[in-house]
């Protein structure tokens, strides 16, 4: 079924949710309300008599205990961060940024929501939401301490970057915004688990009526993965609840200056299926009403909630930074007087709620808690420094293994097929294997209006290459994407980690950018900075390359060494049907994240076909191919290089010179084996490739070669690649920019007579 008749459905289920079905009051109305309270204010924040009237009629009134709760865990917040600053300035820490000011709003979210049922993608000043979910201060002071024992990270992120398994809190990174696509992601987990049967009992941990929190700054609402996140929450009414918290500032920057208007509840109004609401962030009662009713609104499945709430920010950015630099000492004072834990102190005695003997001795038993936690957190051990390499890459599945190599007992049948006719087969077989494989992307559906299905041919991506994907596993499992590379990477991300598996589409390496940051900050690095807490196992299919005749600048790249860089991630990258079918497979088996590059050159080569290998064929990663045996000299290849070398080979035999070709397949690992035992040899080694000869991916074989083999060479390791520029348009401009069969052939000559 596809998204859209799956709206239409839940649209008309629900009477079409007209849109005063969002405000607050008519929210509020789904569940009876405890008599209400009388807030006190500071004479500052008080609001007209009429206004502060209807105010009080909205409010419920939570319970004595719930609002000495409420305190304890806002002054327990606060009190853990001044620890941590003094411990800071004992050198005994090594950073700090705090929560201050933003308590109430947060202790409020964290009563409305269940942890270890719902999931959490909250951002560095979430301290006090944490608190009230279940961490500890001894499990917050081991972050900062960096100790082994530490639930957030093990000792490898900073502090305030939570995450927490058990909480269901997923690992936090410090690039500001990241979260937003990922949180998006895991709800659109629990919206495909309701669609697709036989996923409910392949996905552990989901409930129909889960809710995703996650939370901003200000600051963050200026990043474009804001907006697209929003774009899908709304468009596919997912149950996430969107947190900004508004302290007027992003570092030094103001909001006046971030945001156009000053205010961005004004502009997010127009976004459908969006209920909306702004609180004072700093009064935990109202923050508490606002709280209840988005998550409320989530957990119905009405759509997304968006709540704005204005708070503080007492103490600097972090302290590395030092506010009194740019903001007036006026408007920090004003600031202090609206100090939530001051404020909500104030309300609870003049409400007769507790006494000033009752709040201090609060004060003094989480002052000692604060201080044996820390003490206990400070001589609590380190990892070990032989663990740095541990879970960069999954350590209970490992595609390198021959548990993934059936190359050996292939049987072929059929008629040969191109590399996009196995590539597609493959995805089929799997797919029907796997129901948690999901596979988006921009055009990759047959037709997302699926009332139109059956009167078109479909698209099934521009390559053709997902074709009836859509027709045979339905609209919940392979449907197009808006046309945004980040969002496509982040869904992902989010769904991976709920245990889904995602097998994405980028429509052209050229376009990959944007995702880039997704893929080099949070996909390969979400298992290592949580300590194999949390994996996001996604392939990422994308056409790569050029020898296009017209593919021009934007349709030609092949910077493959700004990947391979990146630990965490395997690199992919067939020359063949055969191998792109055995390694696609292996991608999708793994458990690890997996960028499958497919020359977009060779798709449909006629030289490159095969028969049909079986459903269970795979290649492991890091095992090369010797394509041509050989004596007098080696060429390490790999993608449209490896059919050029052997023009250039056979060429080079009509002179009596012996070339022996290794496609290595998989460009991260590569198969390091496979080259010294090539070398060794022929002692004579051309590294061929398509990225740009300067700083590209056969720089570091080279250098490899020349540090770990130089005894065994009788000539220097020669590179053949593409002229340090970008590919034109003009048929004769990208012949002479990328790498041709006579410029292979001319390096071998040259180094044969060296």
Known sequence: MSDTKVLRLVKKSEGGLPEKAFDAKTVAKAEPRPAPITVIRPPQLRKPPKARKQKERELPRPSREEMLQMFRMMYLSRRLDDKEIQLKGQNRIFFQISGAGHEAILVAAGMCLRPGYD????????????????????????????????????????????????????????????????????????????????????????????????????????????????????????????????????ISVPVEVQTAGGDISKLVSGFPNLYRQRCDGTDPIESLAVMRRAVDNCRKNRGPSFVHAKVIRPYSHSLSDDEKLYRAEGE??????????????????????????????????????????????????????????????????????????????????????????????CLHTEMKRDPRIVVFGEDVADCSRETSLEQVKGKGGVFKVTANLQREFGGARVYNSPLAEANIVGRAIGLATRGLKPVVEVQFFDYIWPAFHQIRNELALMRWRSGNEFSSPVVMRVPVGGYLKGGAVYHSQSGVSLFTQIPGLRVVYPSNALDANGLLRTSIRCDDPVLFLEHKHLYRQAYNKSQYPGDDFMIPFGKAKTVRE????????????????????????????????????????????????SVKKTSRVIVAHEDSLSWGYGAEIAARIANELFEYLDAPVRRVAALDTFVAYAPVLEDAILPQSPDVLKAILELRNY
Request: net charge negative; hydrophobic share 40%; charged share 25%.
């Open 119 to 250: 999931w959490f993608y909250p951002y560095y000043r979430d301290r006090a939401l944490c608190l009230q979910l279940g961490m500890t201060p001894l499990e917050m002071f081991l972050e900062g301490v960096g100790a082994e024992a530490d639930p957030n990270s093990h000792g490898r992120q900073m502090p305030s970057h939570w995450g927490h398994k058990k909480l269901n809190i997923v690992s936090q990174s410090s690039p500001t915004g990241t979260q937003l696509l990922q949180a998006v992601g895991c709800a659109e987990a629990t919206y495909r688990i309701k669609l697709v049967k036989e996923l409910k009992r392949r996905i552990k941990h989901f409930h129909n009526d889960e809710v995703v929190y996650v939370s901003l700054g200000d600051g963050t609402t200026s990043e474009g993965e804001f907006w697209e996140a929003l774009n899908t929450a709304c468009n596919l009414r997912l149950p996430v609840v969107f947190l900004v918290e508004d302290n007027g500032y992003a």
């Open 332 to 425: 920090r004072v004003a600031d202090a007087e609206r100090d939530p834990i001051k404020r909500f102190g104030s309300l609870l005695v003049q409400e007769g709620i507790a006494g000033q003997d009752e709040l201090q001795q609060f004060k003094d038993e989480i002052d000692r808690e604060v201080n044996e936690a820390a003490d206990a957190a400070l001589a609590s051990p380190q990892p070990a420094a032989d663990t740095v390499m541990n879970f960069i890459y999954s350590p209970a599945v490992d595609p390198t293994s021959g548990e993934f190599d059936t190359e050996d007992q292939v049987e072929l049948s059929g008629n040969p097929g191109t590399m996009v006719d196995l590539i597609n087969r």
């Open 630 to 677: 050989g004596n007098d000299l080696s060429i390490i290849t790999y993608g449209a290089l490896v059919q050029r070398s052997v023009v250039a080979a056979k060429e080079a035999e009509k002179q009596g010179i012996s070339v022996e070709i290794i496609d290595l397949r998989s460009l991260s690992p590569y198969d390091w084996n496979a080259i010294v035992e």
